[in-house]
């Protein structure tokens, strides 16, 4: 399969709890995004990267949350100390903007986190 | 500025019918206008993505318009099939960060 992967796809944690997703993009793509998606909403950016370097955070970016791609490849998004409200669908998504044009961005799984 | 709303929230079309939904955006630095069809559990996937230089783009069934003018662009799916029964989501960016606003959403149910 050589689409993007996702890390765990569900996990469960108690409030305060800390908890680390992965990401594998697809090979080559230099860009990797995540999104964070509540339900019956669309999906809301989170941050992105081109190859290792962190070029965007919203402000929904808490400082809880931060994310790395320490060698362009994968990328890992941690949430420290949850909150309830941070249950959520984790989406992550690549692309390669030498290609096509450059903007097509494809989709994991998602990881969906409920926080208890 | 940054938002992209999308309309109807809901839709139920009959098999054969053609299923059509809109969006309207505001920021004109947008230049990339994709559309995603989501089904339950899985993340998005990408259907079919328009540039405003074009005014419309056909795939198969998938059909895109583009008003420029307008800052309007809608999604027609043509001889809809239960199979398509999902949810929508239109999105724009610009070309230089990639990231992608999304609409709200749209549910469509194909009646068989």
């Known amino acids: 399969d050589t689409g993007v992967s996702q890390d765990p796809r569900h996990k469960i944690t108690k409030r305060g709890q800390n908890v680390t997703f992965r990401c594998d993009p697809i090979s080559e793509h230099n860009r990797l995004y995540w999104y964070r998606q509540t339900l019956g909403q669309g999906p809301e950016f989170l941050t992105y990267?081109?190859?290792?370097?962190?070029?965007?955070k919203s402000r929904l970016l808490s400082d809880r949350f931060s994310a790395e791609r320490p060698k362009g490849s994968f990328s890992t998004l941690e949430i420290q100390r949850t909150e309830q409200g941070d249950s959520a669908m984790y989406l992550c998504a690549s692309s390669f903007p030498p290609a096509g044009t450059g903007l097509e961005q494809y989709f994991g799984p998602g990881t969906r986190l409920t926080v208890t | 500025q940054q938002q992209v709303k999308q309309s109807p929230q809901s839709l139920i079309v009959q098999k054969g019918g053609i299923s059509i939904i809109n969006c309207a955006y505001e920021?004109?630095?947008?230049?990339?206008f994709p559309w995603y069809q989501q089904f339950p559990g899985k993340g998005p996937a990408l259907l079919i993505a328009?540039?405003?230089?074009?005014s419309e783009k056909k795939e198969g069934r998938f059909t895109i318009s583009f008003n420029k003018s307008a800052k309007q662009f809608s999604l027609h799916i043509m001889d809809s099939q239960p199979g398509d029964s999902a949810t929508y989501f239109c999105?724009?960016?610009?070309?230089?960060?990639?990231?992608?606003?999304f609409g709200q959403g749209t549910t469509l149910q194909v009646k068989p």
């Open positions: 920021n004109t630095a947008f230049d990339y």
């Open positions: 990267f081109q190859n290792e370097a962190q070029l965007e």
């Open positions: 999105a724009a960016t610009t070309s230089n960060t990639g990231k992608l606003i």
């Open positions: 328009i540039r405003p230089d074009v």
